[in-house]
């Protein structure tokens, strides 16, 4: 009997590892395989170069019951591929931040699906959510949202703290980050000692700390001179010439210049959806899309014996 169970788990483990050889997977979050077994060979692509990273369809969000509710999303339809600069406008309660934090994994519908990478995401518990935000999505807000108690590299350093625990390797990461952005001499300035400006750009660098895929910007130039806002726009032109997915919420309509489409939101819906092809965001997503196309070709690989 001894024997027949040291054959089944070295069978087992037989099995396991030549699975193992064939399957891999993509990203460990979301646990998506992206390999195929087959008798002698194995078909490779990559899912996520085929669909879209945000993929909405028929969001709706509510607020109250009754005769005092508020339709803040109606049915909303939204598709972005990797690589877009993405600017979302529309009047004051047309529900642009709303769909921001949905995005984002800050809010949840009341109706509708919401896949990101492939992954439906919209009914996920609360410490799933918020373990593939802080990987997956980089944020940036009008008012800063710095923490004033700590130091400007502490501030940056601080989404790796959270995923990661405390390390001193944070520290020189963050450093990196800051002065990539010109703030190398601030590190350990307190946020109130800095200018607008300056803190925008802390707000950025603590964004890409982790290295997200996705950078949702909620106003990002709302509270900055034209001199600081043409840096802050610099700097998100930057960051998705580097490959970064970019949505921005703003009603200036000057910075629609950054971005190779805009989307004009009314009453909780998209009214228009506009690819702005002059623009040098959309060549910069053509680009993205073109290396797309090309993994999309099947490979077929000859499995070793």
């Known amino acids: 009997m001894y024997h027949d169970a040291v054959v089944i788990v070295k069978s087992v483990i037989l099995i396991y590892n030549r699975v193992s050889m064939t399957t891999t997977s993509e990203n460990s979050i979301f646990d998506t395989p992206t390999h195929r077994a087959d008798s002698n060979v194995f078909y490779a692509t990559m899912i996520s170069s085929v669909s879209p990273v945000i ?10 019951y009754g005769d005092t509710q508020t339709i803040a999303l109606d049915g909303v339809d939204l598709v972005i591929e990797r690589g877009e600069f993405v600017a979302i406008m529309g009047p004051s309660g047309c529900g642009k931040t709303t769909l921001l934090n949905i995005i984002g994994l800050l809010d949840q519908p009341t109706g509708g699906e919401y896949k990101l990478n492939s992954k439906n995401v919209a009914k996920l518990p609360p410490g799933r959510k918020a373990k593939i935000r802080n990987r997956e999505i980089g944020f940036v807000f009008q008012n800063f949202n710095l923490i004033h108690k700590l130091t400007v590299i502490d501030n940056v350093a601080l989404p790796l703290t959270y995923s990661r625990g405390l390390n001193y390797k944070h520290q020189e990461k963050a450093s990196k980050i800051l002065t990539a952005l010109g703030l190398h001499s601030r590190e350990y300035y307190m946020p109130y000692q800095l200018s607008g400006g300056q803190m925008q750009r802390v707000a950025i660098a603590r964004a890409l ?13 709302g509270n900055l001179d034209s001199k600081n806002s043409e840096i802050i726009m610099d700097e998100l032109t930057r960051i998705h010439r580097e490959g970064n997915t970019i949505l921005m919420v703003t009603h200036n309509p000057e910075l629609l210049s950054y971005a190779g489409r805009v989307i004009h939101m009314k009453d909780g819906q998209i009214d228009r959806d506009i690819e702005l092809v002059d623009n040098k965001a959309y060549a910069t997503a053509s680009k993205f899309k073109s290396r797309r196309k090309e993994s999309r070709k099947r490979t077929w690989i000859r499995r070793r014996k």
């Not at 028929?58 to 109250?64: A, L, V, Y």
């Not at 700390?209 to 130039?221: F, M």
């Open 209 to 221: 700390a982790n290295e997200p895929s996705i950078i949702l910007a909620d106003e990002p130039t």
């Open 55 to 64: 993929d909405l369809r028929g969001i709706e969000k509510r607020f109250g």
